[in-house]
């Protein structure tokens, strides 16, 4: 899979699950926020009917405690009218009951009076006087509003016989108002939250997920480079094999052929299960002293079987590196390899000059040459040269950059490709 074919898999299933987790926190703090509110509302509701409740509750109490009757059995309504208990809102108005069970308003406290109507007064004293206890009802008055009555019975001295009933009346408009705005509060609040949990929520999924995006990265990059790096050994192997099964007498170069090949193979999936490794942060790179001219003069010599033979100028001299000798070889085999492919001028043989020195390693051949490019800039199906995929150059980069060098591509002069692998100085 092309790499950016694969950035696209990979970001595509990351941003699903980058959305999903979004929507399941902000679905789970909105059903934790409207339980709460519900409660909030409904605590809030609960609280101001209480509280209106026991303040009317309060008055009538404290309004039927100060009637009394006089000696020649007259009703006595004077602590009323100068008492804080009839003053104001809650309203308090007294209603007795006469002989033919009709009500009579008494008194009327001072302050601001309801419209309320006859009717529902008197259902309310009525009620007090046959419960003869203090009870609650909900009304409309004249002008169409919800009004609250609470009405308890008071009593004749005399008799013993309740006379008649304390009324506390008040609006529950500006209480429903204010619970209403409460309501309102909560929403707009809670709203505004979860939109700020969403963002939130967006922004913590993408950094969570950012270690997981590149572990997936490296995980489906290794699957692809392996898959690259082993195609073509494993179809020589075949080739070759295919070939001694016919050929009875080339049997015994095919298994040394076959042979060296797997090992090859072996080397190369080490290699890349290192290169993940290292990049996940799992493993280091072993490093210990090595001659890399040797490294170079091994791979020529493994290079010679090639068909047909290249044409190589080399120019060493003994150079010591600190580096890790799997890797090193990995790399410069993958530079060697890709300049006698694909670093040939067309219709002739493949013309290669390496150098090795203090500076690292060269490699110059006679292909149709790269931009120029450094190690920053190689990536994974990067078409480095016609009809090459440039892997194994990402492979060697890599190889440099983790030694703490660079690879770099230039045009050479007169036609072709100078690849230099560098590495840091030893000791």
């Known amino acids: 899979m092309p790499r950016n074919r694969l950035d696209r898999s990979v970001g595509a299933r990351l941003r699903r699950l980058r959305i999903i987790l979004t929507l399941t926190f902000t679905a789970t703090l909105a059903a934790g926020l409207v339980i709460l509110a ?28 100060l009637i009394y009757y006089s000696a020649r059995g007259r009703l006595r309504l004077d602590g009323l009218r100068d008492d804080d208990a009839t003053t104001g809102s809650p309203e308090i108005r007294v209603l007795r009951e006469a ?11 001072r302050g601001p009076h309801l419209p309320l109507t006859a009717g529902s007064i008197v259902e309310a004293a009525r009620r007090a006087i046959r419960s003869e206890s203090a009870v609650r009802t909900e009304a409309t008055d004249r002008a169409g509003a919800d009004v609250v009555l609470i009405a308890t019975p008071f009593y004749d001295d005399t008799t013993g016989r309740a006379a008649g009933a304390v009324v ?30 969403g963002g939130a929520g967006w922004v913590l999924a993408g950094r969570s997920l950012r270690p ?10 290794l699957l692809a480079d392996a898959a690259h790096e082993l195609r073509n050994p494993i179809a ?70 090639a068909e047909p033979e290249p044409v190589v100028s080399l120019s060493m ?39 090795v020195g203090p500076d690292g390693v060269e490699v110059a051949d006679r292909g149709p040459g790269p931009p120029p490019v450094t190690t920053a800039g ?40 100078v690849a230099r692998l560098r590495l840091a100085a030893s000791g």
């Open 212 to 221: 997981a995006a590149a572990g997936l990265a490296q995980q489906e990059a």
């Open 99 to 109: 002989a033919d069970g009709r009500f009579e308003e008494v008194f009327r406290g």
């Open 236 to 305: 020589s192997v075949q080739s070759i094999l295919e070939g001694a099964e016919l050929d009875p007498e080339s049997r015994e170069r095919a298994i040394r052929v076959a042979l060296e090949s797997t090992r090859q193979m072996g080397r190369t999936v080490d290699v890349l299960l290192k290169r993940g490794r290292v990049e996940a942060g799992a493993e280091g790179i072993r490093r210990v002293p090595l001659r890399l001219d040797q490294i170079v003069a091994d791979l020529l010599a493994e290079s010679a079987s």
């Open 38 to 65: 519900a409660v909030a509302i409904g605590t809030d509701s609960r609280s101001r009917r209480q509280a209106l409740d026991a303040e009317m509750s309060k008055r009538v109490e404290a309004s039927s405690r």
């Open 168 to 197: 506390s009346a008040t609006a529950t408009a500006e209480s429903v108002d204010d619970h209403r705005s409460l309501v309102v509060a909560m929403v707009i609040g809670c709203a505004g939250l979860l939109a700020l949990a």
């Open 317 to 355: 001299e003994p150079t010591v590196v600190d580096g890790d000798p799997d890797l090193l070889r990995i790399a410069v085999r993958n530079l060697l390899d890709n300049a006698i492919r694909h670093g040939r001028a067309q219709g002739e043989g493949a013309r290669v000059e390496v150098a």
């Open 378 to 417: 190689f990536h994974r199906f990067r078409d480095a040269t016609p009809g090459g995929t440039g892997l194994g150059l990402s492979i060697a980069a890599w190889v440099a950059d983790a030694h703490g060098g660079e690879l770099t591509l230039e045009p050479r002069p007169g036609g072709g490709t």
